[in-house]
């Protein structure tokens, strides 16, 4: 293929990845983990990294999301130009833009730059990358480092430069930080290391010695990353049920459909696809059985990582899969790549090559036409826009209210509906200082729990909650005035209380 033909392949590719993942960047509402980075980017530099030290639930992070400041530092100097959803996003979607990049230096190292080329395309349309490149949270970070990290370590192994071993060290570093996940794609690294160059001495040498800085580097959170791994995993009985099970096989969905929610319509369209997808890629591990190094790079590199997350998404039942994993998806877009190109007649790459686009481009349009989050977008605007002096806002659940501190900032003191922070609304009720009470009942649900109510018939109302709460402020000579549900999939529920004697102004 002529340089110039290359260049603009290439180029082109970039130009659908940064269409792609600027498109409707602040379209969406901001939901409860990307609320977390962002009000924790606000903070200052000290109060960060205090909180992300801070061992204790009930910090701004909490005890599930401490790991993430790596996100948040990135966001801090942003937060002095603009807190809107575009600026807090786009530094996520300049890593799956650059991410593209790297897979093509990866591919075109690795085999070919045909391959280079064409799993660029597929990592630049993956309706999950463009996802998670508009979200601002770790997962494209995670992918763009592990991207970067087996690209310098390719060039390490194969030219023994130092600085190609300095950038795999720093970029392997920040990978973990990013995620803890990162620490098994180390391990396919190792392997590969091990079976391929276990008896070059020098480069052993220098790979030891790499390892060891690494750690190095890691030492600052290790006692962190123990600290929080036992208490996830304390009290937990290892279940098989139907959720875990269904989580195992979330990450190839996922990177095959992205965000596509698997109603009885959408599988008409994702089950054809994961299984041409499926034939694909192992189309693509059989035509490489001449070219083992290479091969076995890529296998490990995808399931060593997916194996080893296994027992940790059994004993934490908080880690989601799929997202977690977005790092191995690379390796899945070069295994299809190599299935496409492995067929000698033109016209059925183009076909296979075709199929594809349709595919993502369905997945992607569901994608941009739907925001399950969008019920706490509407209720916390709906609530600015129509607060009033004596006005507070009580939090049923826990997912939402982190969104409504973005979206209403100080203009509504917010509480949460147990222990110290019930009884400060008790007391305001009872002294007055609260007039009006804005109480919000959210429950958000994971795509595995979407699933289980759309095919089992699984219930997650959220109007349930209302009951105790319902009969405790009428006790206190509060009646409800207001009742309003906002769409979604993720389903949002408003009430507004007030006295009983006041005159009512909405």
């Known amino acids: 293929m002529p340089a110039k033909s290359k260049a603009c392949l290439l180029s082109l590719t970039i130009v659908i990845s940064i269409l792609l993942r600027l498109n409707d960047l602040d379209a969406k509402s901001i939901w409860c ?10 903070q200052d530099a000290l109060s960060m990294l205090g909180d992300y030290l801070n061992s204790k639930s009930g910090s701004l992070a909490g005890s599930l999301y401490q790991h993430d400041v790596t996100t948040a530092l990135l966001l801090h100097p ?30 075109r190292t690795l085999l070919s730059v045909k391959v280079g080329l064409l799993s660029a395309f597929l990592l630049a349309v993956s309706p999950y990358n463009v996802w998670y ?19 310098f370590f390719l060039l390490a192994l194969k030219q023994n430069q130092l600085r190609h071993w300095g950038v795999f060290v720093v970029s392997s570093t920040l990978s973990i930080y990013v995620s803890y996940f990162g620490l098994f794609v180390l391990v396919a690294e190792s392997l590969y290391m091990l079976l391929w160059y276990r008896r070059n001495r020098q480069m052993v040498k220098r790979w030891f010695l790499s390892q060891a800085v690494v750690f190095l580097l890691l030492l600052p959170v290790m006692w962190l990353f123990v600290s929080q791994a ?61 070219q083992r190094a290479s091969l076995s790079f890529l296998l490990l590199y995808l399931f060593i990582p997916y194996l080893l997350s296994l027992p940790v998404r059994l004993t934490m039942s908080t880690i989601t899969l799929a997202r977690s994993l977005i790092l191995i998806s690379p390796a899945y877009y070069i295994l299809v790549a190599l299935g496409i190109l492995s067929f000698q007649n033109r016209k059925l790459r183009v076909g296979f090559l075709i199929l594809l686009i349709a595919l993502a481009a369905f997945c992607l349009y569901e994608y941009y036409t739907t925001d399950i989050y969008q019920g706490l977008k509407l209720g916390a605007n709906y609530i600015r826009e129509r607060a009033q002096d004596g006005d507070a806002i009580l939090h049923l659940g826990g997912s939402d209210r982190l969104t409504f501190e973005y ?54 109302a959220t109007e349930q909650a209302y009951q105790p709460m319902d009969t405790l402020l009428r006790q206190m000579g509060f009646i409800k005035v207001e009742h309003i549900t906002f769409p979604g999939e ?6 507004l209380y007030a006295r009983d004697w006041m005159d009512i102004t909405l």
């Open 78 to 107: 942003l937060t002095f130009v603009s807190h809107s959803e575009f600026c807090m996003r786009l530094p996520l979607a300049i890593a799956g833009i650059l991410s593209v990049v790297f897979i093509y230096l990866l591919g």
């Open 133 to 151: 490149s508009q979200t601002a949270r770790p997962f494209a970070l995670s992918a763009f480092f592990t991207l970067v990290s087996l690209y």
């Open 33 to 42: 983990d990307e609320a977390i980075t962002i009000l924790v980017a606000e």
């Open 230 to 290: 036992a208490r996830r995993t304390s009290g937990t009985e290892i279940s098989v049920g139907l959720p875990v099970v269904i989580s195992f096989g979330s990450p190839w969905y996922t990177f095959t459909v992205g965000s596509l929610l698997p109603t009885p319509t959408h599988l008409l369209v994702a089950l054809p696809g994961l299984v041409v997808v499926g034939l694909l890629t192992i189309r693509g591990i059989l035509s490489q059985r001449q």
């Open 407 to 460: 979206y209403i900032r100080d203009k509504v003191p917010m509480y949460w509906a147990w222990g110290e922070e019930l009884e400060a609304v008790e007391s305001g009720i009872v002294e007055g200082t609260i007039d009006r009470l804005w109480v919000v009942a959210y429950r958000q649900l994971s795509t595995t729990e979407r699933m289980m109510a759309m095919y089992l018939g699984e219930e997650f």
């Open 490 to 495: 993720n389903r949002l529920v408003l009430r």
